[in-house]
Antibody
Framework: QVQLQESGPGLVKPSETLSLTCTVS????????WSWIRQPPGKGLEWIGY???????NYIPSLKSRVTISVDTSKNQFSLKLSSVTAADTAVYYC????????????WGQGTLVTVSS | EIVLTQSPGTLSLSPGERATLSCRAS???????LAWYQQKPGQAPRLLIS???SRATGIPDRFSGSGSGTDFTLTISRLEPEDFAVYYC??????????FGPGTKVDV
């Protein structure tokens, strides 16, 4: 059974860069798409972007100028960097694996709360 | 961008009752690329349905999905106590832009 675990700082200062890593266990990171999704407290879900194991990535247009998602197949990990953060970026950040037959999200990490505050 | 609207916002029901949740898209969802998720407080979402009607592994058969084009429905035939949660629909027909609906809360 595939398991995903997010890790990274829970507090980031405004204007700095948010950095999170998702470690995949129970399966290889190869041959699938991997996404980051966030959920502000008390609100709905927002897809941020995905990366393929080859390294190609795509992002939601509204965040494209600030986001980078990368993959490290040797460590079975993929990562999120979000620059110039503001309080509006405070959210629970989830990593997820896409399904084998489409871009739905078949497996999710437990999520990690990132607060942007000075 | 496909905008998803879910109704009702909150559905107040009792265990044993039938729940019918609606998800409407602002334009046609190609190939019925629509998924449903369940989220309980403090937990990550869990995939219930993909392709509009295919149950994910381990999902009880009281959960069923239907619909096509712009109108989709998630039905829970008989609510169990553990089914009280928030349900989200998500379209994945417009790669690489995937969108979620705002959610429907099913409570007692």
């Amino acid at each position: 059974q595939v398991q995903l675990q997010e890790s990274g700082p829970g507090l980031v200062k405004p204007s700095e860069t948010l950095s999170l890593t998702c470690t995949v266990s129970g399966g290889s990171i190869s041959s699938y798409y991997w996404s980051w999704i966030r959920q502000p407290p008390g609100k709905g879900l927002e897809w941020i972007g995905y990366v393929y194991y080859s390294g190609s990535a795509n992002y939601i247009p509204s965040l494209k100028s600030r986001v980078t998602i990368s993959v490290d197949t040797s460590k079975n990990q993929f990562s999120l960097k979000l620059s110039s953060v503001t309080a509006a970026d405070t959210a629970v950040y989830y990593c997820a694996r896409h399904g084998g037959h489409g871009y739905y999200f078949a497996y999710w990490g437990q999520g990690t709360l990132v607060t942007v505050s000075s | 961008e496909i905008v998803l609207t879910q109704s009702p916002g909150t559905l107040s029901l009792s265990p044993g009752e039938r729940a019918t949740l609606s998800c409407r898209a602002s334009q046609s969802v190609t190939n019925d690329y629509l998924a449903w998720y369940q989220q309980k407080p403090g937990q990550a979402p869990r995939l219930l349905i993909s392709g509009a009607s295919s149950r994910a592994t381990g999902i009880p058969d009281r959960f069923s999905g239907s619909g096509s084009g712009t109108d989709f429905t998630l039905t829970i035939s008989r609510l169990e106590p553990e089914d009280f949660a928030v349900y989200y629909c998500q379209q994945y027909s417009t790669s690489p832009l995937f969108t979620f609906g705002p959610g429907t809360k099913v409570d007692v």
